[in-house]
């Protein structure tokens, strides 16, 4: 079973156009993330999610909004695309660092987004 | 603010030489580190962590990371690597400032030569 799974792999758009990609976790962890990797393989939050209300909001576009329906699930739509979103976006989840002491994060396997 | 510096974006070893990737990190608090492995066109999973106690931390595939608080470094070795290690490696630091964050490095690619 996968433990965190991301839909889709690949998204080929063109600009202007609105997205989402969807990412589901069955781990049972009350924490999920997103981030966003570019084309040199740096690795930056963009949102944290606990229990289903936003934690982190880093200085992100407000192009890119994202929805948790319940605890095991975070997705992220994004609005008017543009060249410079082109990146893998990885999808994580981990268990409540305030309640846990296992801090480490679980990665789903990445969407590849390419803006055209 | 913290910040977490790996010092080398590259490090190309031949197959069974030994191995280390360096990572130094800034904070005012006391922090977790981390290393993640990224084999390619697939996400992140955890090599090893440090959160307390023996700075000298094992984890999988070998490998092995030792925390200097005086030098605010975990650097990560093997000693002896194999093909199928080469990878991009991640040095990854969480703290409580103002919620739970975790920063990454820039990332190191490892490249094993026959």
């Known amino acids: 079973d996968t433990a965190v799974s991301q839909t889709p792999k690949y998204l080929v758009t063109q600009m202007g156009n609105d997205k989402s990609i969807k990412c589901e976790q069955n781990l049972g962890h009350d924490t999920m993330y997103w981030y966003k990797q570019d084309s040199k393989k740096f690795l930056k939050i963009m949102f944290s999610?606990?229990?289903?209300?936003?934690?982190i909001n880093e200085t992100v576009p407000n192009r890119f909004s994202p929805k948790s329906p319940d605890k095991a699930h975070l997705n992220l739509h994004i609005n008017s695309l543009e060249l410079g979103d082109s990146a893998v976006y990885f999808c994580a989840s981990s268990q409540d660092p305030a309640s846990s002491q296992e801090y480490e994060q679980y990665f789903g396997p990445g969407t590849r987004l390419t803006v055209t | 603010a913290q910040s977490v510096t790996q010092l080398d974006s590259q490090v190309p070893v031949f197959e069974e030489a030994p191995v280390e990737l360096r990572c130094n990190y800034s904070?005012?608090?006391?922090?977790?580190l981390f290393w993640y492995v990224q084999y390619p066109n697939q996400g992140l999973q955890l090599l090893l962590k440090y959160l307390s106690g023996s700075t000298l931390v094992k984890g999988i595939n070998g490998f092995e990371a030792e925390f200097n608080k005086s030098q605010t470094s975990f650097h990560l070795r093997k000693p002896s690597v194999h093909i199928s290690d080469t990878a991009e490696y991640f040095c990854a630091v969480s703290e409580w400032g103002g919620g739970f964050k975790t920063i990454f490095g820039a990332g190191t690619r490892l490249f094993v030569k026959a």
């Open positions: 999610y606990n229990n289903k209300e936003l934690i």
């Open positions: 904070s005012s608090v006391s922090v977790y």
